[in-house]
T-cell receptor
Framework: GAVVSQHPSRVICKSGTSVKIECRSL??????MFWYRQFPKQSLMLMAT?????????EQGVEKDKFLINHASLTLSTLTVTSAHPEDSSFYIC?????????????FGPGTRLTVT | AQSVTQLDSQVPVFEEAPVELRCNYS??????LFWYVQYPNQGLQLLLK??????LVESINGFEAEFNKSQTSFHLRKPSVHISDTAEYFC??????????FGQGTELSVKP
């Protein structure tokens, strides 16, 4: 149980275009989903926290207009990188939380490798 | 504010040797501590966690970690590593609202 999927696993896009990444909780309802960014050989940096039906909360320094997050249902959150540039190339990982009584318990997706050319 | 420091960025070790991956944290409140493992181009998998109770926690694949409050540490150990243990390991602390704060990661490289 507690499986989280991401789609696509890899995406290459041209500079200036937008790309959407999906994060789905397959066998549970996620009260909260988190989006992380990971640069090569570095740690995960939390970008934003999203709750179903409400606006995402972005971490300091993350451009909300560039990284659009939508959490339309209890099983789906999307991250759209708008007007992508090569510096947006990174590994994006989502996680999902099912139980507010255990806020620390997150289940991670397999990640999406974004390459902007 | 909470933070996590992993003292070693890379740990090379021979197969069947013991290994320790070090993790120190800082927090002004009670913490939950975690170790995650990441294989190349994959997401994170929870290895083990400390929530409360016994300070020694174990995983199903032979890893263990000990919560030491006085030293603010949560080091990960395995008495005998395998080639398949080669991966990146992240220590994390649960912060406000359940946010996870990760350390910089330790690359464990097991050589035959």
């Amino acid at each position: 149980g507690a499986v989280v999927s991401q789609h696509p696993s890899r995406v290459i896009c041209k500079s200036g275009t937008s790309v959407k990444i999906e994060c789905r909780s397959l066998d549970f309802q996620a009260t909260t989903m988190f989006w992380y960014r990971q640069f090569p050989k570095q740690s995960l940096m939390l970008m934003a926290t999203s709750n179903e039906g409400s606006k995402a909360t972005y971490e300091q320094g993350v451009e909300k207009d560039k990284f659009l997050i939508n959490h339309a249902s209890l099983t789906l959150s999307t991250l759209t990188v708008t007007s992508a540039h090569p510096e947006d190339s990174s590994f994006y990982i989502c996680s999902a939380r099912m139980d507010l009584r255990r806020p620390y318990e997150q289940y991670f997706g397999p990640g999406t490798r974004l390459t902007v050319t | 504010a909470q933070s996590v420091t992993q003292l070693d960025s890379q740990v090379p070790v021979f197969e069947e040797a013991p290994v320790e991956l070090r993790c120190n944290y800082s927090s002004s409140v009670s913490v939950y501590l975690f170790w995650y493992v990441q294989y190349p181009n994959q997401g994170l998998q929870l290895l083990l966690k400390y929530l409360s109770g016994s300070t020694l926690v174990e995983s199903i694949n032979g890893f263990e970690a000990e919560f030491n409050k006085s030293q603010t540490s949560f080091h990960l150990r395995k008495p005998s590593v395998h080639i398949s243990d080669t991966a990146e390991y992240f220590c994390a602390v649960s912060g406000q609202g359940g946010k996870l704060i990760f350390g910089q990661g330790t690359e464990l490289s097991v050589k035959p």
